[in-house]
């Protein structure tokens, strides 16, 4: 282990550190490299970090297991950018605009943020409207339910922001069909509508958010949805994404303060953007006209910063106080307290509740 | 962790930890003669734990974690913690493994060139390819095959054989009593016993070879022999490959390069005697 983390067990930090600084990693030893690379297989962002030690000399034993991961990595964006295309084929006759939201958006608009990203199911967002339309189309293009549960399936229905999970049969990958970026039942309601009209197509017939609305979807799912699991590889995100648009954007960060406000999410961004900073220090400008952004870290952040870096040198999730409290907070965001209870009780009835299987 | 055991196997290195000491104990002992992970940087990580940490020592049973793991994977006795471990490792390859391709399968080579023998659990490939350990051939391995996209070599993967029930005795009538694990009864594939790969195994396993010829044993018939066509062999290689989908175009080329350029033959037999004069057989004819 390097001098200076010597003391202190490796947590998430040390990933964070290597991504932020690549040549931080020269001081590591066989143990240091040992837990770094178990913490980032763990937060799947392996392939990540290859592409940031890119330029780095690396221990020859490193150097293989990273070229693993860029090589993998690189087939997960064939594999991901083919899946868009399928649905693009299978929906192209509704003539909807099929937005493509996180790591599928991030390849396809070949940003930063993409690079070497783990992409897990295809996200995509549709109107509302065209939403019975575009389950139907789907599904006749060889999709098929996830979840045969009738009380999950009617959940999704009625309160979520998303259909049921599909699959497809031939090539086994899952479809998350979006409405909007935030459930029904939480207390934030954005406009999907202007969502929708502000995207910009990446490809024929694919779209992508708008810079800012990308920033502020990924703050929302990390902040007002979620329990933060994967949050050190969402504000690695959120950090690639306002680094980039920021260099050809010069008022990028007044225009995502606006955004945000419009849509209810201030709170959420400049949460963010304050952890990003912290740990990736992301150049965020903070502002006191037209609007007051202040930036300065908060007490609070520490808690945030604790969950986000909950893993050991082992790729163990720790801390299981901090992540049960985030994993409440999730559903106490997600739904009023009397829904939150009645799902909570149905849910343990069927023995599925708890962190892991949320 | 608390106890800690580090291993190469072929070109991969492992970590494995423990909230029990028997299990790394075990392994200290039957991997005595391997040597560390390159650069002591494994590539995989496996974690043998407690669910719960009273079932640490009451009634304790260990489950399997690391890198890669099986969400519904149940827990094993301690006693069985050997066993874990094997399996712990052997799911970091299959869920793992990106450098190559990964056939399971049963290899070892003579004069730089390899046979790899594959088919569905009890065809006989462990036992085979322990036996033939035990006559001059080395042992690459008894369960995974390592393709490299790269060269078309295979490397070798050779773990402790899993001997399985009857092939426990079939072995253990030919080779030293040191060589065995300790008696695993009772597991969720039967009885178990680890046998442990010779000296010229471990030292040469990093050495890749040549693929010279595929086999697909069957234990229990009269005996028999065919030609397997390419096409057959390549749809049963990518059935037996757990990363052929993962790799993508280059375990596309990988397979397709191996099946035109080597032979491959099915063969029936009903013992030992039988086995071992077809493959001698089938290796003089290829």
Redesign the interface.
């Known amino acids: 282990m390097g001098r200076a983390l010597m003391f202190r067990a490796p947590d998430g930090r040390l990933l964070a550190r290597a991504l932020r600084l690549p040549e931080s990693t020269l001081e590591l030893d066989?143990?240091g490299?040992?837990a770094l690379?178990?913490i980032a297989?763990?937060e799947q962002m392996l392939g990540t970090l290859a592409w940031r030690l890119g330029e780095v000399a690396v221990?020859?034993?490193?150097g293989?297991?990273l070229?693993?991961?860029a090589?993998?990595a690189e087939?997960g964006r064939?594999?991901a950018l083919w899946e868009a295309e399928a649905a693009r084929r299978a929906l192209a006759p509704l003539g909807e605009r099929i937005v493509l939201l996180k790591g599928t958006a991030f390849v396809a608009a070949d940003l930063r943020a993409g690079q070497g990203r783990s992409i897990g199911d295809l996200d995509i967002l549709v109107p509302r409207a065209a939403l019975d339309r575009v389950e139907a189309a789907l599904l006749d293009a060889g999709w098929e339910w996830v979840k045969p549960d009738p009380y999950d399936d009617a959940y999704y229905r009625q309160w979520m922001h998303e259909l049921p999970p599909l699959i497809h049969r031939d090539r086994d990958r899952m479809i998350d069909v979006h409405h909007t970026i935030l459930p029904l039942t939480a207390r934030i309601t954005p406009n999907a509508a202007a969502l929708l009209a502000d995207a910009v197509e990446v490809a024929p017939g694919l779209w992508a958010l708008s810079p800012e609305d990308m920033v502020v979807h990924a703050a929302a799912h990390l902040f007002a949805d979620g329990d933060l699991a994967g949050g050190i590889r969402n504000l690695w995100d959120i950090d690639q994404l306002c680094r980039q648009f920021a260099v050809t954007q010069p008022d990028f960060y007044v225009s995502l303060y606006e955004r945000a406000s419009e849509e209810g999410l201030s709170a959420q961004v400049q949460r963010a953007l304050r952890l990003c900073w912290q740990l990736y220090d992301t150049p965020a400008v903070g502002y006191t006209s037209p609007i007051r952004i202040d930036l300065n870290k908060r007490w609070s952040d520490r808690l945030y910063l604790r969950r986000v870096t909950a893993r050991d040198g082992?790729?163990?999730a720790t801390r299981p106080v901090t992540r049960m409290a985030f994993y409440i907070r999730s559903h106490w965001l997600r739904m009023p307290p009397a829904m939150l209870a009645r799902h909570l009780w149905t849910k343990w009835r069927k023995g599925g509740a708890g962190p892991a299987s949320g | 962790m608390k106890h800690v055991f580090s291993v190469a196997i072929g070109p991969v290195g492992f970590r494995i930890g423990s909230d029990w000491r028997a299990p790394i104990a075990q392994l200290e002992t039957l991997y005595g003669a391997y040597p560390k992970p390159a650069g002591d940087v494994p590539d995989f990580t496996v974690r043998l734990f407690a669910a719960r940490p009273w079932r640490r020592v009451l009634r304790p049973s260990v489950m399997i974690g690391g890198d890669f793991v099986l969400p519904e994977a149940a827990p094993l006795p301690l006693a069985q913690g050997l066993l874990a471990a094997e399996m712990g490792m052997n799911l970091q390859m299959a869920l793992g493994q990106r450098r190559y391709l990964l056939l399971h399968a049963s290899v070892v080579e003579r004069d730089g060139e390899a046979l790899v023998m594959t088919g569905v659990s009890g065809a006989g490939k462990s036992t085979l390819a322990a036996l033939l350990s035990l006559r001059g051939w080395r042992l690459m391995g008894d369960e995974f095959a390592l393709l490299d996209p790269e060269t078309g070599q295979l490397y070798a993967f050779p773990r402790l054989v899993s001997l399985k029930n009857a092939s426990i005795a079939t072995v253990a009538a030919e080779a030293a009593e040191d060589r065995f694990g300790p008696l695993l009864e009772g597991t969720p594939k039967g009885t178990i016993r680890h046998f442990v790969p010779d000296a010229q195994a471990i030292t040469t396993m990093t050495q890749p070879a040549c693929p010279a010829l595929i086999l697909f044993p069957s234990f229990g018939f009269e005996p028999a022999a065919r030609d397997v066509s390419p096409s057959e062999v390549f749809v049963r290689l990518t059935q037996a490959s757990t990363n052929y989908v993962a790799l993508g175009e280059r375990g596309f080329d990988a397979l397709t390069r191996l099946v035109t350029s080597v032979p491959a033959r099915a063969i029936d037999y009903p013992d030992t005697a039988s086995a071992i004069a077809q493959v001698e057989a089938a290796w003089a004819a290829r």
Do not use: K, N, Y
């Open positions: 066989a143990e490299w040992t690379l178990a297989r763990a221990p020859p034993a490193v293989r297991i070229g693993d991961a090589r993998s087939q064939v594999v082992w790729g163990r």
